[in-house]
């Protein structure tokens, strides 16, 4: 993995909704500290631009706050999903890096 700000291993799950959007939620620490170090960043719906890496995939999107358990939502897209074989259930690797733009 490249450097990166945070780093955390969460279960890939995929929303019930229409879409199949897919997502990891943060543990609840590791928000606290994105929180406590970006939390100035937030943008629309308290959004945090982030450089992603999922193994040798990174793409940059934006975690989301999620009200349900106070921590962040990671979009996990089709295209790293894909490349990194990736289905819900499976636990994934994570690095961030906080984007300031």
């Keep these: 993995m490249t450097e990166c700000d945070v780093a955390f291993t969460a279960e890939l799950w995929e929303h019930p909704g229409e879409g199949g959007w897919h997502f990891v939620t943060m543990p609840v620490t590791v928000a606290d500290d994105v929180r406590d170090r970006a939390g100035h960043l937030a943008r629309g719906f308290g959004s945090i631009r982030v450089r992603a890496t999922v193994g040798g995939t990174t793409w940059t ?6 009200a349900a358990d106070g921590s962040y939502l990671l979009p996990v897209k089709k295209q790293v999903r894909r490349a990194e074989a990736l289905f819900p259930g ?11 733009l």
């Design 61 to 66: 999107t934006s975690v989301f706050p999620s």
């Design 90 to 100: 499976d636990l994934v690797a994570v690095g961030l890096v906080l984007v300031d």
